[in-house]
């Protein structure tokens, strides 16, 4: 059982090095805009990104 | 809480060294090619998953015990945690982090019918999967193989909820209401501390009625804890879990959330395979749809994630418990696969689960969170009935 849970989160942190190094990132892509107060389009990971304080219609 | 005498059990070297040194290789990999502010993140969840798994803070077994037994225990740390988020998140949100240039956004979200329902079916499925949204996590990260299964179908499950989420949002819903945009931050943060109050007596009522006594002091001790190796006192996973999520608010520049990134690697993995995820009407929106199509890793409710993970594995090293493995059967097996199936799809009906719609919907003044917290008990009573088939 240890061996077989270990197996798993080790390749599932491994994946997911995997997919970075393949993907790369852009710097702080999902947050929102620094130096601002205003925009904040995307904010927060609920699902409806967001805006202007979050305020979801 | 547990009450094994800790200093019996041997600290797990071998798990400890490999948690450390999986933290180590992330935590290189996010300075070096994502962002400081996705390192602090990860050190958070780190933080979050050591906690969690320390004061054994789950809500699931938590309100289980009241609803079998009217135990409150659990469920008045978690009240406790909430009044003290309150009054933390009430007084920071809408004003600068300190970590970054920015204002910090609170979790509102609509109260609607996607929110009623999807609420009900997670507090139904957690009963069944054995573990909440934070709760799967850190069980899962301690070593526990089943709520390794609840959570791969939390995943898809979580898939599944984006797929039919145009559907359910597009049914009736009043919209979202902020307490902190209708009143001032005082009057936010005694409305609700007034009614967490009213809830505690409530409850400890019942309890006492119940159960002929009631010991308000049983949060605050455990008769053999450690800070290194645990068991904490409830109380300590309350303080913890609220000074880490106020790091997180001021990192992230929102509330601590779980379940977004369930729904991503469940995408990552099904456009992997050929499935046209990224023309499904929710990863079109404006964060899912940049979460996608960029590396798991920037994505932050992903990074906090396997903070906890690791987290709670260093810390069920160091307490040595690490090698409990429970054997598993076909009923549990079932009611893994079907709690963590319907906990993913109600939490995206819902805005989240108990972490991300519950905790920061409350935590930041919004209706959804109390909507949410309604619902998911009534379902979590429907769930206790039911898992009594699987357990």
Redesign the interface.
Request: glycine share 14%.
């Given at each position: 059982?240890?061996i077989?849970?270990?197996i798993?989160?080790t390749l599932f942190?491994v994946v997911?090095?995997w997919?970075?190094d393949?993907?790369?990132?852009?710097?702080?892509?999902?947050?929102?805009?620094?130096?601002?107060?205003e925009s904040?389009?995307?904010?927060?990971?609920?699902?409806?990104?967001?805006s202007h304080?979050?305020?979801?219609? | 809480m547990s009450e094994i005498n800790i200093t019996k059990l041997k600290i797990d070297r071998p798990v400890l060294v490999?948690g450390i040194l999986?933290s180590i290789?992330?935590s290189y990999?996010l300075f070096n090619?994502?962002?400081d502010?996705?390192l602090y993140v990860f050190f958070i969840g780190l933080g979050l998953g050591v906690s969690l798994y320390q004061a054994a803070f789950g809500f699931t077994g938590g309100w289980r015990n009241f609803i079998e037994k009217r135990d409150s225990k659990s469920l008045r740390a978690q009240l406790i945690m909430l009044a003290l988020a309150v009054v933390v998140f009430s007084t920071f949100i809408?004003s600068?982090s300190f970590i970054?240039?920015?204002?910090m956004?609170?979790?509102?979200?609509?109260v609607g019918t996607s929110v009623v329902i999807g609420s009900f079916i997670f507090g139904l499925a957690m009963q069944l999967g054995g573990g909440c949204g934070s709760g799967t996590l850190f069980t899962a990260g301690s070593?526990n193989?089943k709520m390794?299964i609840t959570l791969v179908f939390f995943i898809i499950g979580s898939l599944l909820g984006?797929y039919h989420?145009e559907f359910w949002?597009n049914l009736p819903s009043l919209?979202?209401f902020?307490l902190l945009?209708n009143f001032s931050k005082i009057q936010t943060i005694l409305i609700q501390l007034s009614l967490l109050t009213l809830i505690y007596i409530y409850i400890s009522r019942l309890d006492f009625k119940y159960n002929n006594k009631i010991e308000h002091s049983d949060i605050t001790s455990n008769s053999s804890h450690s800070f290194i190796r645990g068991p904490w006192p409830l109380l300590w996973g309350s303080v913890s879990l609220v000074f880490f999520s106020f790091l997180m608010l001021q990192a992230?520049?929102?509330?601590w959330?779980v379940t977004?990134?369930f729904g991503l690697w469940g995408a990552?993995i099904a456009s992997a395979i050929g499935v046209d995820v990224a023309s499904w009407s929710?990863w079109q929106?404006?964060?899912?749809s940049?979460?996608l199509e960029?590396?798991?890793?920037?994505?932050?409710?992903?990074v906090s994630n396997?903070g906890i993970?690791l987290g709670a594995?260093i810390g069920s090293a160091l307490s040595g418990k690490?090698?409990k493995?429970s054997?598993l059967n076909k009923k549990l097996i079932i009611a893994a696969v079907l709690g963590g199936l319907f906990m993913g799809y109600g939490a995206?009906l819902a805005?989240?689960c108990n972490i991300?719609?519950l905790f920061g919907g409350i935590a930041s003044g919004s209706l959804h969170g109390w909507v949410w917290f309604l619902f998911a008990f009534l379902g979590s009573i429907v769930g206790v009935k039911l898992r009594k088939y699987f357990y």
């Open positions: 059982m240890k077989t849970y270990f798993l989160v942190f997911l090095i997919e970075h393949n993907q790369g990132v852009a710097y702080n892509p999902l947050f929102h805009v620094e130096g601002g107060d904040n389009s995307i904010s927060m990971p609920c699902g409806l990104g967001g304080n979050h305020n979801h219609k | 490999y999986f290789l992330f990999i090619s994502v962002g502010r996705h809408n600068k970054y240039d920015g204002t956004i609170g979790a509102i979200a609509p070593g193989l390794v984006s989420f949002t919209g979202g902020s945009n992230a520049g929102h509330p959330s977004f990134a990552k929710y929106l404006e964060y899912p940049t979460a960029n590396s798991v890793l920037a994505d932050p409710t992903t396997i993970i594995l690490i090698n493995f054997s995206r805005f989240g991300g719609a």
